[in-house]
């Protein structure tokens, strides 16, 4: 077992500083959003039928809340990875999200204005580990705030965490034709509880405390799946952003992790060594040689993704006429290749708050087929109110 140790130090002189990001080279476009909601597993009419959303409250397709991160070029980590960390690695450990009246639409431009926030450091399984959070900014080109994402990546040693990988969940689950066809049957509940709801409102006075969200499921996630969503992310096609200069090297990635994921200059070059599917930090994603060595028992799902999965589960159940405005979640496990992702919540209170606004809280989860904790957390819910205040 290595002995590990980690100077944490360089952080520092960055923390409260805003960062460099990339910029679209083309506004958001309708496809943009179509691939986005397909992707992440989202069957919502309104974020990619345009009949559907013509007949909305926005008279259009409109994006989901959870689409602000997509336009960013390190998937919301950017702030939660700065400083040297000599030979760590990085994986995401949670989201806490903000959420304005604004919407996303075909045509607009968004930025993302990114500043480090703070970082503790623990012991873990991996060693001393770095609890690293950064601010994200997202808004469009009139200025109008569309959502603030502090985002929580842990950095460790990447030898460690090779050093402590289960190699007994090497193995993909074994579904049976049988399995699959009763797990589309449960799926397809969620699709239709949206179908149900379509441009209905789901009213604030009718939801009550210890209230349970319909059940989401999906997958058996795989390689193909996690390059569906990894594709999805703007910039992980060749050329769609004005890139900036990373060196992953000087934050501290292994050798064989580091390579020149998003590099600029190397895409003029030779684009195949940018991709993040193939070479760089992100290849444990799709590559299960690689997972390993950085603590992963095989291919894995994507941090960003995982808090999409939360807003879009709590949004689509909210409706139309409501949206999520605060939300909180912890990642404690990863989407594995095979497995199957479960969400759950529970309403736990209810109020109108300071502004005026019908507010639901909830508790939500997320799990394997398994029953293991994927991630857990807290949010409120804006919804419609059917009686007038007072």
Not at 28 to 57: G, V
Not at 61 to 80: N, W
Not at 229 to 244: D, K, P, S
Not at 353 to 381: F, S, W, Y
Request: net charge negative; charged share 25%; hydrophobic share 35%.
């Amino acid at each position: 077992m290595t002995t590990t140790t980690l100077d944490f130090s360089d952080i520092d002189r960055y923390l409260g500083k805003t960062m460099d990001f990339s910029t679209l080279r083309e506004p958001i476009a309708a496809n943009d959003i179509r691939r986005w909601a397909h992707a992440m597993h989202y069957p919502n009419l309104l974020h990619f039928d345009p009949d559907f959303a013509a007949a909305s409250r926005w008279g259009g397709l409109v994006a989901p809340q959870s689409f602000a991160i997509a336009c960013d070029d390190g998937h919301g980590a950017g702030p939660a990875c700065v400083g040297l960390i000599p030979e760590s690695h990085l994986l995401f450990g949670g989201d806490e999200w903000w959420f304005h009246d604004t919407p996303v639409v075909p045509g607009d431009r968004i930025t993302n204005e990114r500043i480090p926030f703070d970082y503790t450091v623990k012991n873990t399984g991996f060693g001393p580990t770095c609890f690293q959070r950064g601010d994200n900014f997202y808004r469009n080109q009139h200025g109008a705030d569309i959502a603030r994402q502090r985002s929580t990546s842990i950095r460790y040693s990447a030898a460690a965490g090779g050093e402590n990988v289960r190699i007994d969940d090497a193995d993909e689950p074994d579904w049976s034709d049988e399995d699959i066809a009763a797990l589309e049957e449960r799926k397809f509940k969620w699709i239709d509880m949206l179908h149900r709801l379509g441009h209905g409102a789901r009213w604030w006075d009718d939801v009550s405390i210890g209230d349970q969200l319909p059940e989401r499921v999906f997958g058996p996630h795989s390689v193909a799946s996690f390059t569906t969503e990894w594709r999805a992310y703007i910039v992980n096609t060749w050329g769609t952003m004005n890139l900036r200069k990373n060196d992953l090297r000087a934050l501290g990635f292994t050798e064989e992790m580091a390579g020149h994921e998003n590099d600029p200059d190397m895409l003029k070059v030779n684009p195949e060594l940018t991709d993040g599917a193939y070479y760089g930090p992100s290849r444990g994603h799709l590559f299960p040689k690689y997972a390993r060595r950085i603590g992963m028992p095989r291919s894995y799902g994507y941090g960003a993704s995982m808090g999409a999965w939360v807003t879009d589960y709590l949004a689509g159940w909210a409706g139309e006429h409501g949206a999520v405005v605060h939300s909180i979640a912890n990642y404690r496990g990863p989407a594995l290749s095979g497995d199957i992702t479960i969400q759950t919540a529970e309403v736990t209170g209810k109020e109108i708050d300071g502004e005026g606004r019908p507010l639901i809280a909830v508790k939500h989860r997320m799990e394997n087929q398994k029953g293991v904790l994927m991630c857990g957390g807290t949010a409120e819910i804006r919804l419609p109110r059917r009686t007038p205040a007072g």
